[in-house]
């Protein structure tokens, strides 16, 4: 995804909010272009979010266990297909299961399968999702909600990639790499012994921290317009821009909820939509209030996008094909911005 596909000037405290809105209104020349397809569904440009999509491309050619921590909607699923489609196992199956939404007393046999008679309702033989992730990766999401009788033969999967079905005796070895999710402190499970500690410490052979909304809040004006793009085209409505008032309020919130409480919000604003824009209502949070202030979110858009263009015109600000005519501004304009911004040159054929 290039980043003039995404992310626009702004400067000004008093017009920052509206120039942001840009990005989200179907008449501006930066929305004139869809938005690039997002990677397995990620969406951003921020400096936290490249971090760990940095951390992603390290490990995934490796066959390291992955751990993947964060807060409950932060976008964890998509970071492990990420790991999986940049692998060497991306041609295989990626397979899903989620520790917690199984009964106890299923998700062994989920996991492992089963065979005949194996329980009362076995009645033929069940391959396990460990099994047909074969040559592929499996996906363990909310491994902190596995129950302590199966962590061993988790454990034993881990390590030896083999095992038995429920009910039968014949060892099965599989070629699978493991990537968990959680939204727990696996460590502090441990240290109250309701996690063992031995499995946490396999789990964790590389960890990546996916960052909450509120730390990555740069990605929220860009989130918004690809969740209304979306929306629009899920519900055949035409979707107008936001309005400013209300991206100042999507900035602003702490959301405990995350990207998914963004979505929910967005979806909720365009059900109920029936003008020219779309108005996010006042959101209700007893959270404390964020630590970042909008500004400076959209100060460091600001600077992030205006090095991109920079660098394509290779610091050349001048002339039809400088930096000011590709940002649509005066030379003067975008001087005045690179000092408030702290932009300095960087090349000797800079330009004034």
């Known amino acids: 995804?290039?980043?003039?596909?995404?992310?626009?000037?702004?400067?000004?405290?008093d017009v920052s909010v509206r120039e942001m809105n840009d990005v989200l209104s179907p008449d501006s020349p930066a929305a004139a272009r869809p938005?690039?397809?997002?990677?397995?569904?990620?969406?951003?440009?921020?400096?936290p979010l490249r971090a760990v999509l940095q951390q992603v491309e390290a490990v995934a050619k490796t066959e390291a266990t992955v751990l993947i921590q964060g807060e409950t909607g932060t976008g964890k699923e998509r970071i492990a297909r990420r790991v999986h489609e940049l692998s060497d196992r991306a041609q295989g199956?990626?397979?899903?299961?989620?520790?917690?939404?199984i009964p106890a007393t299923l998700l062994e046999s989920e996991l492992m399968g089963h065979e005949r008679g194996a329980f009362t309702g076995a009645t033929g033989q069940r391959i396990g999702r460990f099994e047909l992730a074969e040559h592929g990766t499996l996906f363990l999401?909310?491994?902190?909600?596995?129950?302590?009788?199966?962590?061993?033969?988790?454990?034993?999967l881990l390590q030896e990639r083999e095992f038995?079905?429920?009910?039968?005796?014949?060892?099965?070895?599989?070629?699978?790499?493991?990537?968990?999710?959680?939204?727990?402190?696996l460590k502090a499970m441990a240290a109250q012994r309701t996690f063992r500690?031995?499995?946490?410490?396999?789990l964790s052979v590389f960890p990546i921290a996916v960052p909450p909304l509120r730390e990555r809040r740069q990605d929220i004006p860009l989130l918004a317009r690809y969740f209304l793009e979306q929306l629009g085209c899920r519900m055949r409505k035409g979707v107008g821009p936001l309005s400013a008032r209300s991206l100042g309020r999507l900035l602003d919130h702490h959301w405990p909820g995350n990207i998914r409480e963004l979505q929910n919000v967005l979806e909720r604003a365009v059900i109920l939509a029936d003008g020219d824009s779309i108005d996010?209502?006042?959101?209700?949070?007893?959270?404390?209030?964020?630590?970042?202030?909008?500004?400076?979110?959209?100060?460091?858009?600001?600077?992030?996008?205006?090095?991109?263009?920079?660098?394509?015109?290779?610091?050349?600000?001048?002339?039809?094909?400088?930096a000011a005519a590709k940002l649509d501004m005066k030379r003067t304009t975008l001087n005045f911005r690179m000092k408030k911004l702290g932009i300095a040159r960087q090349a000797p054929d800079f330009e004034q």
């Open 1 to 13: 995804m290039k980043t003039g596909d995404a992310l626009i000037y702004v400067v000004d405290d």
């Open 93 to 101: 199956p990626f397979v899903t299961l989620n520790c917690a939404a």
């Open 35 to 47: 938005l690039a397809a997002p990677v397995s569904g990620i969406v951003g440009a921020s400096a």
């Open 197 to 202: 500690e031995d499995l946490y410490y396999r």
């Open 280 to 322: 996010v209502p006042q959101l209700a949070t007893d959270a404390p209030a964020s630590p970042t202030p909008r500004t400076q979110a959209l100060n460091e858009v600001s600077k992030a996008h205006i090095l991109s263009i920079l660098k394509e015109t290779n610091w050349v600000i001048a002339g039809p094909r400088g």
């Open 164 to 185: 038995e079905r429920l009910g039968g005796n014949r060892t099965v070895r599989a070629d699978v790499r493991v990537v968990a999710a959680t939204n727990r402190d």
């Open 141 to 156: 999401d909310e491994i902190g909600e596995l129950p302590l009788e199966l962590q061993p033969k988790l454990l034993r």
